[in-house]
């Protein structure tokens, strides 16, 4: 089945540390991106990527890093420099065409304690 | 920054009845899709309307759009319970790669 994975499903970080959100597609799509959401809100872009060894900015990219060496992998490292990092973080990635659907992962909640 | 935004914010409605929603947004636009989220779980796509089509269908949705008011509906037909869920609109603008989302309609349908 082809899809999008997001591990872990469940994260627990103390201050000042840095985690990594994985992030895997095996549908052949040339652009991912990493979204933000917190309760009761929309989902906010924090980096996106439109093909290998390439990524831009979102709305909200200070505090996060990403890297982009293969087109199936897109991961997201939320580094201690982010403010409040605690949310639930979507993955999603979409074929060539930029004004397509996205296909999302099943997100990851990250919990600073 | 927020494109859409979605109308209302919340909605109880029993099973069988008819669920609305609207999205306004601000600038123009490609095209405009439309995304149910179950809680605590990922966005599954829905229907997408280009800037050129006026209504679409998908099996119990309909998704119309009025580019001179900026704003696009959302109408699920005889709702039933799995249909509770937040209901995301969001614009993709032309010759950009980014997808903006509004705040969401949490629909809950009671049985």
């Known amino acids: 089945d082809g899809g999008i994975t997001q591990s872990p499903k469940y994260l627990f970080r103390k201050e000042g540390q840095n985690v990594t959100l994985s992030c895997e597609q095996n549908?052949?799509?040339?652009?991912m991106y990493w979204y933000r959401q917190d309760p009761g809100q929309g989902l906010r872009l924090i980096y996106y990527s439109q093909i290998v060894n390439d990524f831009q900015k979102g709305d909200i990219a200070e505090g996060y890093s990403v890297s982009r060496e293969k087109k199936e992998s897109f991961p997201l490292t939320v580094t201690s420099a982010q403010k409040n990092p605690t949310a639930f973080y979507l993955c999603a990635s979409r074929e060539g065409s930029h004004t397509g659907e996205l296909f999302f992962g099943e997100g990851s909640r990250l919990t600073v304690l | 920054s927020q494109q859409g935004e979605e109308d209302p914010q919340a909605l109880s409605i029993q099973e069988g009845e008819n669920a609305t929603m609207n999205c306004s947004y601000k600038t123009s636009i490609n095209n405009l899709q439309w995304y149910r989220q179950n809680s605590g779980r990922g966005l599954v796509h829905l229907i997408l309307i280009r800037s050129n089509e006026r209504e679409k269908h998908s099996g119990r949705l309909r998704v119309t759009l009025d580019t001179s008011k900026k704003s696009s509906s959302l109408l699920i037909t005889a709702s039933r319970a799995a249909d509770t869920a937040s209901y995301f609109c969001a614009t993709a603008l032309s010759g950009d790669y980014k997808l903006s989302f509004g705040a969401g309609t949490t629909v809950t349908v009671r049985a």
């Open positions: 549908l052949n799509h040339d652009a």
